[in-house]
C-alpha cells in the first residue's frame, strides 16, 4: 500500500556533497515514520537515519557513523524525505534505500514494513 522511491545518488568525490530523495506515496504514508539504510557488498544493511514523519522534538536518529555529516529532512507537502550527506567518505559507499514503518522511530531493520528500492552512492578517494 505504500510506494517508496528513492533517488539522487551517484559517483561523488571523497568530501563532496550530495542529497537523497525518498519520494513517498500511498495509504497514510504522511503518518509514517521514515529511516534511510545503506548496505555494502559483502556488509550487512545498516542504519543511517531516521525521522519522525510528521512533528515531534527531537524526532530524528542518527547513526554515529554519520553524525554530524548527514542530515535527514521531510517535506510533507510533497511526501519526500531527503538525505543531505556532507563530508562523504569512501566508506560511505553503499545502496542507500528509504523504508516507511507505522511504528516510530527505529534503528532496527525489522521494524520497517515498507521499502524501497535504493539509490547506489559511490564516494571516491
Known amino acids: 500500500q505504500v510506494q517508496l522511491v528513492a533517488s539522487g545518488g551517484g559517483l561523488v568525490q571523497a568530501g563532496d556533497s550530495l542529497r537523497l530523495s525518498c519520494a513517498a506515496s500511498?495509504?497514510?504514508?504522511?503518518?509514517?515514520?521514515m529511516g534511510w539504510f545503506r548496505q555494502a557488498p559483502g556488509k550487512e544493511r545498516e542504519f543511517v537515519a531516521a525521522i519522525q514523519w510528521t512533528g515531534g522534538t527531537g524526532g530524528t536518529a542518527y547513526a554515529n557513523s554519520v553524525k554530524g555529516r548527514f542530515a535527514i529532512s521531510r517535506d510533507n507537502a510533497k511526501n519526500t524525505v531527503y538525505l543531505r550527506m556532507n563530508s562523504l567518505k569512501p566508506e560511505d559507499t553503499a545502496l542507500y534505500s528509504c523504508?516507511?514503518?507505522?511504528?516510530?522511530?527505529?534503528?532496527?531493520?525489522?521494524?520497517?514494513?515498507?521499502w524501497g528500492q535504493g539509490t547506489q552512492v559511490t564516494v571516491s578517494s
Open positions: 500511498g495509504r497514510a504514508v504522511n503518518s509514517y515514520t
Open positions: 523504508a516507511g514503518t507505522t511504528r516510530g522511530l527505529s534503528s532496527s531493520a525489522y521494524v520497517y514494513q515498507y
